[in-house]
């Protein structure tokens, strides 16, 4: 039987490719942890994050929120491949569509009830209604959404695979970043008008 060159063009080019694919997340670290620069030591808070304390002493948001624990805000984060959000949604509030490029996300709904969904790269359309308990991943870096279509606000946790996932809203970086709106309009098939009238929506 014969066998495969190793050293063939081919091997090498798929060696490279199967390497891109594997660093294409956060890069693994050589030690423990990150320390902050010009920082030597650190105790135990710099591993304790307490910005979720203001879940349990608040009054419930009238507009949709999301509190976060990303590298950003808790840097004990850094080089962990991990972050956390817990998105809370007053009654007939939506997570508009966006994109996570960094990461996939886990979705944990706690409380009341969520239409979800996301469409992958043929333009399909998967969708679900959650109930409390129920679990819902969305890919990494496609678009999706949350809607709390209930009489009832609704919370859920959200894990990440990153310390830093990355938030593209899909109506902001079409419409507010300044792209033309004559490009806008015929890419859309409407007309400058229009767009003009969502962006002022959107301000």
Same mark, same amino acid.
């Given at each position: ?9 081919f091997?090498l080019?798929? +060696?490279? +490719? ?11 670290i050589?030690?423990?942890f990150v ?7 650190? *105790? ?11 879940l349990?002493?608040?009054?419930p948001p009238?507009?949709? /929120?999301?509190? #976060?624990a ?9 080089g962990?491949?991990?972050? &956390?959000?817990?998105?809370t949604?007053? +009654?007939?509030?939506? *997570?508009?569509?966006? /994109? ?7 979705l944990?709904?706690?409380?009341? &009830? ?8 043929? *333009? #399909?359309? &998967?969708?679900q ?10 890919? @990494? ?5 949350? &809607?709390? *279509?209930?009489?009832?606000?609704a919370?859920?946790?959200? +894990? ?6 990355g938030?593209?809203?899909?109506? #902001?970086?079409?419409f /507010?970043t300044?792209?033309?709106?004559g490009?806008?309009? @015929? ?9 003009? @009238? ?6």
């Amino acid at each position: 039987m014969a066998f495969c060159d190793l050293r063939s063009p081919f091997f090498l080019l798929l +060696a490279l +490719a199967t390497s891109r694919v594997v660093l294409a997340g956060d890069p693994d670290i050589t030690s423990d942890f990150v320390l902050p620069p010009n920082t030597n030591a650190v *105790n135990g808070s710099f591993f304790t994050f307490t910005g979720m304390r203001s879940l349990l002493d608040s009054s419930p948001p009238t507009n949709f /929120t999301v509190l #976060k624990a990303t590298m950003a805000e808790f840097p004990a984060l850094g080089g962990q491949s991990v972050s &956390y959000a817990v998105l809370t949604f007053p +009654a007939g509030s939506v *997570n508009p569509p966006h /994109t996570h490029p960094r990461s996939t996300e886990l979705l944990f709904l706690i409380d009341g &009830y969520l239409e979800v969904g996301f469409v992958d790269t043929t *333009n #399909k359309l &998967y969708t679900q209604t959650l109930q409390p308990g129920d679990l819902f991943v969305f890919p @990494k870096g496609l678009v999706h959404y949350q &809607y709390c *279509n209930a009489q009832n606000p609704a919370i859920a946790i959200s +894990a990440f695979g990153s310390a830093s996932p990355g938030t593209v809203s899909v109506p #902001k970086a079409v419409f /507010t970043t300044g792209i033309d709106d004559g490009i806008l309009a @015929k890419s859309f098939k409407t007309d400058a008008a229009t767009v003009r @009238k969502i962006e002022a929506g959107l301000a």
